[in-house]
């Protein structure tokens, strides 16, 4: 059964920075892609960042100041955030689908599997 759990979310000052975390289980990590999609009040669900054997994605937003990275190993998918913006206020979820290419997961959202979500609120 396949489990996304996030964490690391919260509250920060603009200009300030969240290590976002996403626990996988019953896959294996390394033959997924994996992303962080996220949802801001009113609007629809957007790509954030993307991962897989074949590369990263990042949406133009986020370009610069999101890393995302992964250890296979422990199972983890991470989400560097940094220079947060209030803009980047938003639900995170972390999501997963084998067999799709990074721009497919994050510019079509073509995924299966999701997390619960975590709020992540920039705000001064």
């Known amino acids: 059964q396949v489990q996304l759990v996030e964490s690391g979310g919260g509250l920060v000052q603009p200009g300030g920075s969240l290590r976002l975390s996403c626990a996988v289980s019953g896959f294996s990590l390394d033959s997924y892609a994996i992303g962080w999609l996220r949802q801001a009040p009113g609007k629809d669900r957007e790509g954030v960042s993307c991962?897989?054997?074949?590369?990263?994605f990042y949406a133009d937003s986020v370009k610069g100041r999101f890393t995302i990275s992964r250890d296979n190993a422990k199972n983890m998918v991470f989400l560097e955030m940094n220079s947060l913006k209030p803009e980047d206020t938003a639900v995170y979820y972390c999501t997963a689908k084998a067999g799709v290419s990074v721009e497919a997961m994050c510019l079509a959202r073509l995924t299966r599997d999701w997390g619960q979500g975590i709020q992540v609120t920039v705000s001064s």
């Open positions: 991962i897989s054997r074949g590369g990263t």
